[in-house]
């Protein structure tokens, strides 16, 4: 019954589907990755600067 449900729904969608299309990315992956990774060594130099603060005070 339920296939028969989505064959119509197919079926009745027709040509009004519109085609996928591939959308391309403005850098090349690996340089995602290497964001990702000056990001987070940027955030561990700022919390390793707070390292041993309350010792000095």
Do not use: H, Q
């Not at 989505?6 to 009004?16: K, N, P």
């Not at 060594?41 to 010792?55: C, D, G, H, R």
């Amino acid at each position: 019954m339920s296939s028969s449900i989505v064959a119509g729904i197919l079926a009745a969608a027709g040509s009004d589907v519109p085609e996928m299309t591939e959308i391309e990315l403005p850098v090349p992956p690996v340089f995602y990755g290497l964001l990702a990774m000056a990001l987070f060594l940027v955030l561990l130099a700022i919390t390793y600067s707070f390292k041993n603060i309350s010792a000095r005070r």
